[in-house]
């Protein structure tokens, strides 16, 4: 099942799924620079599972985009990754000095339920 992306219609997701996540950066652009954002996009994303209840069953860090297998407990898809997005592009802009998006659009989200 294909799901749009989650600022459209099925932003909630599904309680009890498990999803292919994709998310790549504005441009093309790198959105893991050095060793220290790939650690700070971790740091957040442990923190975002634990705030939003969310199990992470594996995750790939790529130089311009990243890919997460999770499963959400909640129907809480779009909140989840709208707080990971927004917290990791306000590091990414203040820490090099950047403006304007760093993401190229929306998180893709493909739903296995």
Request: aromatic fraction near 14%; include cysteine.
């Amino acid at each position: 099942m294909r799901l749009p992306r989650y600022g459209e219609t099925f932003a909630a997701g599904f309680e009890g799924s498990l999803y292919h996540l994709t998310g790549r950066g504005n441009a093309r652009q790198r959105i893991f620079a050095d060793q220290k954002d790939c650690a700070k996009f971790v740091q957040l994303l442990r923190e975002s599972l634990q705030r939003y209840d969310v199990a992470l069953h594996g995750y790939v860090l790529m130089g311009n985009h990243y890919h997460l297998i999770a499963e959400t407990r909640r129907a809480n898809l779009g909140r989840w990754m709208h707080w990971l997005t927004t917290a990791y592009s306000v590091y990414f802009n203040r820490h090099h000095r950047q403006l304007g998006h760093l993401f190229k659009e929306d998180t893709r989200a493909s739903c296995n339920r």
